[in-house]
């Protein structure tokens, strides 16, 4: 594959000339790992050990130990969690404050020396360049697993898809009372640890035909469309639904939501009469599954929600 050289290019020719190389990373007596995790730390007004290892996708003990010596450093505290005991809060302290504006105007005066010599349309190509090679990358390392019905991220998907419905359907949308859905199995697709896409099946009975899978809260996050994140959940969703047994998968959607409506195109979707009684629904769509086969290997072994 012709990209694989380009892609191991771009990393020695990248990291060489932002310091990843040498063990005090932009001068500051760190190295790059500990810098990463102290910016991190430095997003939030106080974040968890857990949402760390989410974001940074890091191994607990490493992490620990990463954390430690910037304890040892004086830079961050580690405190219980007040309304959970279990769960570590780590923030700055007043040195850690400063090391991070340090890092920070450290790393943007390499920033501008790197592009500095660069002409204005060369600084754009850069620019588009590297925000889709960023986008791209962050894709294809989405994480894809089962959420239960009270997992953050899910939750906090779902209620990013009800919000984006409502401000995009001219009527406004309610999504009513949340119900117990018998077999239904929801996922949720992170990135840093934050929810970027959303879906789910869930048996339903069409006409006298067997039971079929409907694909329901298909989201993705605006900031990842046009990445080909959407078609990566459809086609999990499709291989989930075969892994249990499904031969059809059925949905429906509005006329407003043009770009799922052509995903749905490109997918091998056909249109079909109205199935139910959904009032936000305009369009109805199905589609044959081939043979069972399994769901991503991403996907973790957590309950299905119920």
Not at 150 to 169: H, K, S, T, V
Not at 189 to 208: F, M, N, Q
Not at 225 to 243: F, K, P, T
């Amino acid at each position: 594959m012709a990209l694989i050289p380009t892609v191991r290019r771009f990393n020695r020719t990248y990291t060489q000339r932002i310091g990843v190389l040498e063990e005090s990373y932009l001068g500051t007596g760190r190295p790059l790992n500990v810098s990463r995790l102290l910016f991190e730390i430095g997003q939030t007004n106080g974040t968890t050990l857990r949402a760390l290892r989410e974001r940074l996708d890091l191994d607990s003990g490493y992490l620990t130990r990463l954390v430690a010596r910037l304890q040892r450093e004086g830079l961050v505290r580690v405190t219980s969690d007040a309304s959970d005991r279990r769960r570590r809060v780590v923030e700055l302290t007043r040195p850690g404050r400063a090391a991070v504006a340090e890092l920070d105007d450290r790393s943007e005066r390499l920033a501008s020396r790197l592009v500095e010599p660069l002409t204005p349309r060369q600084q754009r190509r850069l620019e588009e360049a590297l925000a889709t090679a960023d986008l791209l990358v962050r894709a294809s390392t989405v994480h894809l697993r089962e959420a239960t019905q009270d997992d953050p991220a899910g939750r906090a998907a779902l209620r990013r898809y009800c919000a984006e419905l409502d401000r995009r359907f001219p009527q406004g949308f309610n999504p009513g009372l949340s119900t117990p859905e018998p077999g239904a199995h929801y996922v949720v697709a992170t990135s840093d640890g934050e929810p970027v896409a959303y879906g789910g099946i869930r048996p339903i009975k069409v006409g006298s035909r067997r039971p079929s899978a409907e694909i329901k809260r298909m989201w993705v996050h605006p900031e990842w469309r046009g990445a080909g994140l959407g078609s990566r959940m459809l086609r999990h969703l499709e291989s989930l639904a075969r892994s249990h047994g499904f031969t059809r998968v059925v949905l429906d959607t509005n006329g407003t939501l043009t770009e799922a409506i052509a995903l749905y195109d490109r997918a091998g979707y056909r249109r079909i009469d109205r199935y139910n009684d959904n009032p936000f629904a305009e369009l109805f769509f199905e589609k044959r599954l081939p043979s069972k086969s399994r769901p991503e290997a991403t996907v973790s072994s957590a309950r299905p929600s119920r």
